[in-house]
């Protein structure tokens, strides 16, 4: 079966100090990598997607980047985190038209 | 672009109690897919139920089924019986079928339900 596994779980980190978020999956092969960002109330913001190894595509303007080293592991960065970058980030993915899995997600404070 | 509206911010029924959350999106797509997660306290995310916007039957997973308005571009989640543990926020989402789905899902803000015992 299929499993995503994202950490850490909670991540406590001083403005300007860099973030590494991981992602990855197992079971499945070239599954479709999502980052989404949920605000405290609000709804989930797709920020990144990923079709492919070292394919990312954006979809809003922001202090973060993503990468896809691997076929199954897909990462969050920033070199400078912003008071603005706090919230609940999480990783998701999907085959063609299934529906999303989403994993745990990680809570991020930035003070 | 796609948007999802959800124009409840928060309801509140009796547990046993029927309560329908109410969804509309707006897309110029004519084949896509639909979806409600369920996000309680934990705040995993939880796929309730699928719609794909060709089958006109209305999908149904136990206690929650939809009704889907394709003319009407509504989406609303019927849940029955209500319980305790359906506490939870929940996100009506979509996905248009051009593309592959490879560019995920587009959400709603939520609708905060309490059942209260």
């Known amino acids: 079966s299929q499993t995503i596994h994202q950490w850490p779980a909670t991540l406590v980190q001083p403005v300007g100090s860099p973030l590494s978020l991981e992602c990855t999956v197992e079971?499945?092969?070239?599954?479709?990598l999502y980052w989404y960002r949920q605000a405290a109330g609000r709804g989930l913001q797709l920020l990144f997607y990923s079709v492919g190894i070292g394919q990312i595509s954006s979809e809003v303007p922001q202090n973060l980047s993503a990468s896809r080293p691997q076929d199954r592991q897909f990462i969050l960065s920033s070199k400078k985190l912003l008071l603005s970058d706090s919230g609940f980030y999480l990783c998701a993915w999907c085959t063609g038209y299934s529906p999303l899995h989403f994993g745990n997600g990680t809570r991020l404070t930035v003070t | 672009a796609q948007t999802v509206t959800q124009s409840q911010p928060e309801m509140s029924v009796q547990e046993a109690e029927t309560v329908t959350l109410s969804c509309t999106y707006d897309t110029s797509e004519n084949n896509y897919y639909l979806f409600w997660y369920k996000q309680p306290p934990s705040r995993q995310m939880i796929l309730v139920i699928r719609?794909?916007?060709?089958?006109?039957q209305n999908a149904t997973e136990n206690r929650f089924s939809v009704n889907f308005q394709k003319a009407a571009k509504s989406f609303s989640l019927k849940i029955s019986d209500s319980q305790l543990g359906d506490t939870a926020m929940y996100f009506c989402?979509?996905?248009?079928?051009?593309?592959?789905?490879?560019?995920?899902?587009?959400f709603g803000k939520g609708t905060h339900l309490i059942i209260q015992p």
């Open positions: 989402a979509f996905m248009k079928h051009s593309g592959g789905g490879a560019d995920g899902l587009t």
């Open positions: 079971g499945t092969s070239n599954p479709n």
């Open positions: 719609q794909e916007a060709y089958k006109q």
